[in-house]
């Protein structure tokens, strides 16, 4: 299977270390739309115009977002683009909207300062393993003969990485390491080459 993995450009609520989760639909700043546009640039340097790609992502409004912009450098119509919400970020329940350190402040800390994930689970939020069913019912519905370009989250990609090319226990599911946003991965054979290396914030805030 040969997969280029994308995490979506900053938005304003990374920028305001505000909760996203999976159903915020939080437009990027101008620092995520350069991310975006530099993203879309190394692709159609690697891929070249018009690459014959299925191309998926997550229905969120900053994947949509950083997707219109990536298709717009790579010629292919952003109605090209496939939806599935088993691409969605960490559904963070009760937390969606709130900022980072006001949770801290009220129940204390809720981030691994080391491997910058989730260390507790959000109130009627979802937890690791719910993330790796959701990843793998989605891989085992793509087309193994056909190369794929998906964009979606922090947390999600961490899974699905972890899922095609390993990484630590967390949880009880392989979570690989943490990349900032805007990165871009080529994943084949087991194994990942980072395509570009993005200029956002890495991991979950820790406040």
């Not at 300062?113 to 793509?142: H, K, M, T, Y």
């Not at 900032?180 to 890495?202: K, M, W, Y």
Request: charged share 20%; glycine share 10%; aromatic share 6%.
């Amino acid at each position: 299977m040969d997969i280029i993995l994308a995490r979506h450009a900053e938005t304003v609520f990374n920028a305001a270390a505000r909760m996203q989760g999976h159903m915020a639909h939080t437009p990027l700043t101008r620092a995520g739309i350069a991310q975006a546009e530099a993203m879309g640039a190394a692709l159609a340097t690697a891929l070249g115009d018009a690459p014959d790609r299925d191309l998926w992502v997550s229905p969120s409004g900053r994947t949509q977002q950083t997707a219109a912009i990536v298709g717009e450098h790579l010629k292919r119509p952003f109605f090209d683009w496939r939806t599935d919400a088993r691409l969605l970020e960490i559904d963070v329940g009760d937390w969606e909207g709130r900022y980072y350190a006001d949770i801290v402040a009220e129940i204390g800390p809720i981030v691994d300062a080391e491997r910058r994930l989730f260390s507790v689970p959000a109130p009627n939020g979802e937890w690791f393993p719910a993330i790796a069913e959701r990843l793998q019912s989605w891989l085992a519905d793509l087309d193994p003969a056909r190369p794929v370009l998906a964009i979606s989250h922090g947390i999600t990609a961490r899974v699905l990485r972890g899922l095609l090319v390993g990484g630590a226990d967390w949880h009880g599911v392989k979570v690989a390491v943490d990349a900032p946003q805007g990165t871009v991965f080529h994943i084949r054979d087991g194994a990942e080459q980072v395509l570009l290396t993005g200029s956002g914030v890495q991991g979950v805030r820790t406040a």
